[in-house]
């Protein structure tokens, strides 16, 4: 009886040892998955690019909200190079958990160098919007994150074209694929207002719940110089400070809002929300001020009431809802100069930014169409030359000396007059662009 007591304890023994090693080695392989993610993290797999949207049960906000229970420790939410089902929990939460502490770590103390940049593009805009990330990439120097919401048609679209970008391009941004969703309730009346899903930036927030900053532009936006420098504002943030747009007017006597606005709006002549640069995580966490009660509300609250209040007295749609917020809370918007935003209404009755008069342009925000028609042969000049400009190319002979030489022919208007200010900040971009190509090499 002695001998089975003893053959039994070693094979308890011996599973025993069995079972920890194997589970070591299945820890060991989590966790140097978790540093290769962290080393990667500018060099995306291709595999990830939907992971947003894929894990999701169902579309919208209401999808968004499903299988919290194990999401935050679920290697395949955090990591989804780990294609495990969304709901996943047990040992692999438990693994995670204690590689998420020492990776979160890592990052705090690294710092994440990215640039989240978020854009909503629907109807005839792919063009376009490929146009605008492609100035993004062409002059950013530190690595990219692109948010892209589009209507289902576009997402192919989408894919194949940043895929096929050069791997010296690629190797700069990875990005995220999201469709369009509303609240269920009333969600025809957000899409429909103002433009065709303009309206999807005021829910940004609600949709993108692990993101902390964010910028959003419109699709008609260029940047001439890089990404990581309009990132930097957030740094100027003071306590109060969650949002950061340019004034839609520099000069009142043509301002619209002053004129002509029937609701409340920010400051002097209001704020043009083309290009707004967000704070996130405050954003989510602020009660706000308001007309409709002497409750502050938080920004999931508040939307549906405004647009009922005053959808009969807006013409701008999204725009006019952000500078009702931001008349009731001027405390919380950082305003920054007309560089940043800069529209033909800076240039079309003569130059009125002064900033850019002295510095340049920042961001070219090509409005009202101007891109596609001959209003402001100026604004389409710039379009045309970073649109056809080929990936590899020298930037200086092959995008800004054409530049420059059509822009010569648009001088009989006053934006062409200004023109020289366009291409001020690119030189000095392509410049840095250039200078760090050679260090590397």
Not at 180 to 190: C, D, G, L, S, V
Not at 209 to 214: A, M, T
Not at 223 to 249: G, R, T, Y
Not at 432 to 440: H, K, L, M
Request: hydrophobic share 35%; charged share 25%.
């Amino acid at each position: 009886m002695r001998c089975y007591h003893q053959a039994f304890l070693l094979c308890m023994l011996f599973t025993f040892f069995s079972l920890l090693y194997v589970f070591n080695q299945l820890a060991s392989t989590l966790e140097d998955g978790a540093d290769w993610n962290l080393n990667e993290q500018g060099v995306p797999d291709r595999r990830a690019h939907d992971a947003g949207h894929l894990l999701r049960k169902k579309p919208g906000l209401a999808g968004l909200r499903d299988g919290d229970r194990c999401k935050k420790l679920s290697v395949s939410y955090w990591n989804p190079y780990w294609r495990l089902p969304a709901d996943v929990c047990g040992v692999n939460c438990l693994l995670e958990s204690s590689i998420r502490k020492r990776s979160d770590s890592e990052v705090q103390e690294h710092g994440d160098v990215r640039s989240h940049l978020a854009v909503v593009a629907c109807g005839p805009r792919l063009e376009e919007t490929l146009t605008m990330l492609k100035s993004a990439v062409l002059l950013s120097i530190k690595p990219l994150h692109f948010y892209i919401f589009a209507e289902d048609d576009l997402h192919d679209h989408f894919r194949k074209a940043l895929d096929s970008w050069p791997r010296t391009a690629r190797a700069k941004f990875n990005y995220t694929i999201y469709p369009i969703t509303f609240p269920e309730e009333n969600a025809k009346e957000w899409k429909k207002l103002f433009k065709p899903c303009a309206s999807q930036r005021l829910f940004l927030p609600l949709i993108l719940k692990e993101v902390d900053s964010l910028l959003y532009v419109d699709t008609d936006i260029l940047f001439m110089q890089p990404v990581e420098d309009i990132w930097a504002l957030l740094s100027q943030f003071n306590s109060s400070h969650l949002a950061a747009m340019a004034p839609e007017h520099e000069e009142p006597r043509i301002g619209w809002y002053n004129r002509f606005a029937r609701h409340p709006y920010y400051g002097k002549t209001g704020i043009n929300s083309g290009v707004m640069l967000m704070n996130m995580t405050r954003l989510r966490e602020k009660s706000f001020k308001n007309d409709m009660t002497v409750v502050a509300l938080k920004w999931e609250e508040i939307l549906m009431p405004l647009l009922q209040k005053y959808k009969l007295n807006i013409t701008w749609g999204d725009q006019d809802l952000l500078n009702i917020i931001f008349h009731h809370n001027p405390e919380s918007l950082y305003v920054f100069p007309c560089q940043w935003n800069y529209r033909p209404d800076h240039c079309i009755y003569g130059s009125n930014c002064q900033q850019a008069d002295q510095e340049g342009v920042f961001i070219l925000h090509g409005n009202r169409g101007v891109y596609h028609d001959d209003k402001q042969p100026a604004f389409r000049a710039v379009y045309d030359a970073i649109r056809k400009y080929t990936f590899g190319e020298n930037m200086e002979t092959s995008l800004l000396q054409p530049l420059e030489a059509s822009l010569q022919s648009t001088t009989n208007t006053y934006c062409g007059r200004a023109s020289h200010l366009f291409t001020k900040k690119l030189k000095r971009s392509i410049m840095s662009v250039q200078q760090d190509v050679t260090q590397r090499r």
